[in-house]
C-alpha cells in the first residue's frame, strides 16, 4: 500500500497570506496525485488532479506542485472560504488519501 | 449539475445489516464508475469499494471483503453498498464518489471528481 504523509496537522495563517500544504508519497505515484477539500456537512470538494491540474471551477489562488514523490498544494491570498480540512490522494495504484492538514485561522 | 445524495446510514448493532444507497443525478451515471468512500471519527479517508460503469467489474478493500458489496442500478441511477457482520470499526460517515472516467485500469485509477454529503453509520451495541 503506498502511504500518503501530509504536514503539517494544523497551519495557522492569516487571511490574505499564504497557505503551502505539504504531502509525501512513501513510494513513486508519477504525477496521479489529488487535493480535496473537506468542510463540515458538505461534499468533499475536488481542488487538483494530475498534482498540478486545477478541477473545473477552482479559483486560480489554489495551485500544486510536485517534485519527485514530495507534493505541494498552496493557496495564494487565503479568503474565509479556504479554512477547512484538505487531503491529498494517490491513484497511481489503486487510492490511499493522506491523514489530512487543517487550515485554521490565525 | 451532478448531484449525489446518500442515504440509508443508521445505528446498528455489531454484526447487524445495513444497506446505504446513492441517488445520482445530473449526468449520464451508466458512463462513469462509482464508489464509496468512508471517513471513521479522526481518521484519514478510505476508499472502501468501486464498481465500473458497466456493474461488472467491483473492487473492495481487504477490511471489508466478503462483507460488503457493492453495486448498481443504471436504470434507477443509484448505486449501493450492502454493509453485513459489520463491526466496530465500520463506524463512519460513507460518501458516494464519482469517477471522470473508468474505475481503475492495471491498479492505475482516478480522482473523484464528484461526492456526495455522506450518510452517517454508528455501529455500536
Known amino acids: 500500500e503506498i502511504v500518503m504523509t501530509q504536514s503539517p496537522a494544523t497551519l495557522s495563517v492569516s487571511p490574505g497570506e499564504r497557505a503551502t500544504l505539504s504531502c509525501r508519497a512513501s513510494q513513486s505515484v508519477s504525477s496521479n496525485l489529488a487535493w480535496y477539500q473537506l468542510k463540515p456537512g458538505q461534499a468533499p470538494r475536488l481542488l487538483i488532479y494530475g498534482a498540478s491540474t486545477r478541477a473545473t471551477g477552482i479559483p486560480a489562488r489554489f495551485s500544486g506542485s510536485a517534485s519527485g514523490t514530495e507534493f505541494t498544494l498552496t493557496i495564494s491570498s487565503l479568503q474565509s472560504e479556504d479554512f477547512a480540512v484538505y487531503y491529498c490522494q494517490q491513484y497511481n495504484y489503486f487510492i490511499t488519501f493522506g491523514q489530512g492538514t487543517r487550515l485554521e485561522i490565525k | 449539475e451532478v448531484q449525489l445524495l446518500e442515504s440509508g446510514g443508521d445505528l446498528v448493532q455489531p454484526g447487524g445489516s445495513l444497506r446505504l444507497s446513492c441517488a445520482a443525478s445530473?449526468?449520464?451515471?451508466?458512463?462513469?464508475?462509482m464508489s464509496w468512500v468512508r471517513q471513521a471519527p479522526g481518521k484519514r479517508l478510505e476508499w472502501v469499494a468501486g464498481?465500473?460503469?458497466?456493474?461488472?467489474?467491483?473492487y473492495h478493500t481487504d477490511s471489508v471483503k466478503g462483507r460488503f458489496t457493492i453495486s448498481r442500478d443504471n436504470s434507477k441511477n443509484t448505486l449501493d453498498l450492502q454493509m453485513d457482520s459489520l463491526r466496530d470499526e465500520d463506524t463512519a460517515l460513507y460518501y458516494c464518489?464519482?469517477?471522470?472516467?473508468?474505475?481503475?485500469?492495471?491498479?492505475?485509477?482516478?480522482?473523484?471528481?464528484?461526492w456526495g454529503r455522506g450518510t452517517l453509520v454508528t455501529v455500536r451495541s
Open positions: 464498481v465500473t460503469d458497466d456493474g461488472l467489474h467491483t
Open positions: 464518489a464519482k469517477s471522470p472516467l473508468r474505475l481503475c485500469s492495471g491498479g492505475r485509477c482516478y480522482a473523484f471528481d464528484h
Open positions: 445530473g449526468f449520464t451515471f451508466s458512463n462513469y464508475a
